[in-house]
């Protein structure tokens, strides 16, 4: 248990870092989910109706023209797009973290790592923690890629425009996106059941030598979970309608039937930032979004920003070794 000094000490702490963090990480980590957003079709395609379809999106390839094409269209506002989900979910995550898991740093919707917990336990907390993190992560995401202005303070406003009317009305269906749950299952299973057991084998008695076995499996983890950050973003902004052949909020039926363009400001009105997939034909599961990821865009598109992963990957290691030397 905390004492009340150690309480205003590490809310303070928290605050500040929370602070610095969201200034520096937002630009990079919209930049980042844009890029794994973006559809970029390498052939023609078929429409819904069976037509040929040439796609004119954007074709960005990379982590730093991504930046600087958000920042051309959209200025600084675009760059800080998904502050508040993001503040939200760190906020609701970190105090998650303190009070399951005894953590004293920022946990976010990405990732939270157990250490000091048994293993029924750890996995009790992270399962718990992903249930808070999935519908966070859709809001985050999708708040980054719409090409409507949204306002800092305005909730229900951004839900009108994030969330689809059957989201908002049933939001227990935002768990039931297609591939979605199965996608971030599989990033935990083996983040618990691997990552989590090597860790325990490697890093209790600590070494520089399993220090380095260690990091060396969590950068090779990359190749795997890589891909799985990809299709998990990509499914994440994929939108719940109550049938098929509605593609939007503006056609799907409501009973207030208000039409986001008529309440909605653009963030740009000649080009948008990237190019979605069209709604008339969603990804149907984990195993769909894979194949046609792979068949469509190639196999590269599944390891767009790996070298953040790889970081991401690289920053758990160390904080981890840290942690059991500390503990030791």
Request: glycine residues 6%.
């Amino acid at each position: 248990m905390f004492s009340l000094g150690e309480l205003l000490v590490l809310g303070l702490t928290l605050t500040l870092s929370l602070s610095v963090s969201l200034l520096i990480t937002v630009p990079l980590s919209g930049a980042l989910v844009r890029l794994r957003a973006n559809y970029n079709p390498r052939a023609l395609q078929l429409d819904p109706e069976g037509d040929v379809h040439v796609h004119t999106g954007p074709i960005v390839t990379s982590f730093f023209g991504m930046l600087r094409r958000v920042y051309r269209i959209e200025g600084y506002s675009g760059l800080y797009k998904g502050l508040m989900p993001n503040a939200i979910a760190t906020i609701v995550m970190t105090v998650f973290a303190v009070a399951a898991l005894d953590s004293r740093g920022l946990a976010t919707h990405t990732r939270i790592d157990t250490i000091d917990t048994g293993f029924l336990g750890a996995i009790v907390s992270t399962v718990l923690g992903m249930l808070i993190s999935l519908p966070a992560a859709i809001l985050t995401y999708r708040s980054i890629v719409t090409p409507y202005k949204l306002p800092y303070f305005g909730l229900m406003y951004s839900l009108r425009i994030l969330l689809t009317p059957t989201e908002r009305r049933r939001p227990w269906i935002l768990y039931l996106t297609p591939g979605l749950l199965a996608t971030e299952l599989m990033r935990l299973l083996y983040t618990m059941v691997v990552l989590r057991s090597l860790r325990i084998l490697l890093l209790k008695d600590f070494t520089p030598f399993k220090f380095g076995i260690y990091l060396g499996f969590e950068m090779l983890s990359v190749a795997f979970t890589c891909p799985l950050e990809v299709m998990a973003t990509k499914l994440a902004i994929q939108r719940n309608h109550a049938t098929a052949e509605y593609n939007s909020v503006e056609q799907e039926v409501e009973d207030d039937a208000i039409d986001a363009h008529e309440y909605a400001e653009y963030s740009n009105q000649e080009e948008d930032v990237i190019g979605l997939r069209h709604e008339k034909d969603p990804y149907l599961g984990f195993v769909d979004c894979f194949k046609r990821i792979v068949d469509e865009e190639g196999w590269q598109t599944l390891y767009r920003g790996w070298w953040f992963t790889m970081m991401a990957a690289i920053a758990s290691a160390t904080a981890a070794a840290a942690q059991y030397q500390g503990d030791a």
